[in-house]
């Protein structure tokens, strides 16, 4: 009988006698590597192991105990059908090397070694053509075998927390890498062939001493997601302006002085450069960062922000806490996707502080205010209202190209005159925000067929009614601050949801409908009574990009969130949970995802 791998036929009692004492000795049960035969897996992680056992290089290759009962009809040990090794966790553990044999395992996709005490790999890791997935993290590498770089399927490779000084040339040939993390090393540079990379979605060369970059970095076109954080660096290259998938860039805890203007980087959403030296945010800058959601500029030496800020309509959060800024452009205002500003630890003089200490909303507020109205801005007292909408050029102001605008009217109703220029229009957004409203309005259904914009913020509503069902080209629905505690599962109808806002309600936990919408985006949950989090569910929103989970309830976070991996920002601050701790909450999205799977029990 032929057996797989080229492993002998058994042919001798005295042959498995032999094996089954060295498995004995070696701590590792008969029964797990039994279920790694079958399965292809072996997970021996957390076993105080000083060494890698024969009987784990051997697996593929040595005759297991079962076959000393060959029957045919035992189909529980058909052991003559075995799997070979895929993958192998050895995490955890107190290994100084690795076994040269570890060639004898060349069917391995995944090899997890991190939380060592390696100084070394074999060369023979060269061998392991088949290997996507490398965790060498957490041990007292100092370099690399060449032959690593030559695995041609390699996909994740994960080096971080070493002592790592240099990164081979050849990093280059690992051409189907997409997930790279040698933060944490002592690297001084990175090599040009860096940039060969084409398929890298995620970088993090955090926490090393990096005191420049090559230019070549500007070729990581797929790249999404570059973390540079507590580096030397002073300046970055004009050439990372080139990233045209670039949403993520971390550069925290450096020295840099100015930033680039980011020309084609279309997607970035969230930029990260506080805790350095930079000194003025300039226009062509200002002008190549349109579509950011996230901009941290804290601890900085900014003097003013300028009025071209405005320009960032998208943008969500806005941090430039510990700068010298004195004053705000009064336009900042008037950016009504902005859910957070920090100002703190500047010397702001046209703004009193009682008026910063009552929140964004109330600062936003307080901004728009001291908007000095043009004369052509200036209703006529003797004309109609242009707030009025039941006047022709009410109406005119109201329903706007595509847009049906009655915000900040302090109305608790909407006028009937508005509802059928807004349908004839064929309107897609909506905004009733800031209103009185007690309830949604009736006739909102009758622009079902071309809403997908919906924003009812700053309200008084309490319960959705389920005819909103009907609405079901939504994409966007803003429910911010109202009195809300859960929205109907009807709505399941809304299967194109991409952005779901119920910041300042009183939800206890997310809505049951919400893990419906399977193309979500976009969570901000802040500011409400959220008590748990539902990972299962979450992972059902394979699009989720960002969860905002701020000043709730949760008591305690679990460690399989950090499995929800299409998230690129998760708050969770101002929660009553004690782990993670804030120092951690603190690092970012990606190590906070990090620490929570490195607790995920095995």
Request: hydrophobic residues 35%; contains cysteine.
């Amino acid at each position: 009988m032929s057996r797989r791998g080229g492993r002998p036929p058994f042919n001798t009692r005295v042959g498995f006698q032999n094996k089954n004492t060295e498995e004995g000795k070696s701590g590792v049960p008969n029964a797990i590597l039994k279920q790694a035969r079958a399965s292809g897996h072996l997970n021996l992680s957390n076993r105080s192991l000083n060494s890698v056992p024969q009987s784990v290089w051997n697996i593929n290759i040595d005759v297991p105990p079962e076959a000393q009962n060959v029957s045919l009809d035992n189909k529980e040990d058909r052991w003559w059908e075995q799997t070979d090794l895929v993958k192998l966790i050895l995490a955890s553990n107190k290994l100084e090397q690795l076994s040269d044999e570890i060639k004898q395992l060349p069917a391995l996709t995944v090899l997890d070694v991190h939380d060592n005490k390696l100084v070394s790999l074999p060369s023979s890791i060269g061998e392991l053509l088949n290997l996507q997935r490398l965790n060498i993290s957490h041990n007292c590498l100092t370099e690399l075998p060449r032959e690593l770089f030559g695995l041609p399927d390699l996909l994740f490779l994960h080096m971080q927390h070493n002592k790592i000084t240099a990164l081979h040339d050849d990093l280059g040939n690992l051409s189907h890498l997409e997930n790279l993390d040698v933060s944490n090393n002592q690297l001084s540079e990175l090599p040009d062939s860096l940039g060969s990379l084409h398929k890298l979605k995620s970088f993090n060369a955090s926490d090393n001493q990096l005191v420049s970059l090559t230019s070549y970095i500007g070729n990581l076109k797929g790249i999404r997601m570059l973390e540079l954080n507590n580096n030397k660096l002073t300046a970055l290259p004009i050439e990372i302006g080139y990233m045209t998938s670039l949403e993520q860039l971390h550069i925290k805890f450096n020295k840099i002085t100015a930033l680039p203007p980011f020309t084609k980087c279309k997607n970035l959403k969230e930029l990260h450069a506080g805790n350095n030296c930079i000194s003025e945010l300039g226009e062509e800058l200002l002008e190549s960062i349109t579509s950011l959601n996230v901009l941290d500029v804290r601890d900085n030496k900014l003097s003013c922000i300028p009025e071209g800020i405005v320009q960032i309509t998208t943008l969500s959060r806005l941090n430039i806490a510990n700068n010298n800024v004195s004053s705000l452009p009064f336009k900042l205002g008037n950016l009504a996707s902005l859910r957070a500003l920090v100002l703190d630890g500047n010397p702001l003089r046209s703004i009193r502080r009682d008026i910063i200490n009552r929140g964004t909303m109330e600062l936003m507020k307080y901004l728009r205010s001291r908007i000095e109205e043009s004369p052509e801005d200036t209703p006529d007292s003797g004309g109609p209202s242009a707030s009025d909408p039941s006047s022709v050029l009410g109406r005119s102001v109201a329903v706007t190209g595509k847009t049906l605008d009655y915000s900040n009217q302090k109305s608790a109703t909407i006028p009937v005159s508005v509802w059928e220029p807004a349908r004839e229009s064929g309107v897609t957004a909506v905004n009733f925000s800031k209103n009185t409203l007690t309830q949604i309005p009736e006739n909102l259904i009758l622009l079902h067929k071309t809403v997908i914009d919906v924003n009812l913020s700053s309200n008084k509503i309490q319960s959705l009614p389920v005819e909103m069902q009907m609405m079901v080209n939504i994409t966007r629905l803003d429910l911010g601050n109202n009195g809300l505690s859960d929205i109907p599962a009807e709505f399941e109808t809304m299967t194109g949801m991409r952005e779901l806002v119920i910041s300042y309600n009183r939800f206890t936990k997310l809505p049951g409908v919400v893990f419906s919408w399977t193309k979500l985006e976009i969570i901000l949950a802040n500011d409400n009574q959220v008590n748990s989090i539902d990972v299962a569910s979450l992972k059902l929103l394979s699009h989720l990009s960002t969860l905002d989970l701020q000043n709730n309830s949760i008591g305690e976070v679990p460690p399989e969130l950090g499995n929800v991996t299409s998230l690129r920002s998760l708050q969770l601050a101002g929660n009553c949970f004690r782990n993670p701790r804030p120092a951690i909450l603190n690092k970012g999205t990606v190590a906070l995802l990090a620490y929570l799977r490195d607790r995920i029990p095995t």
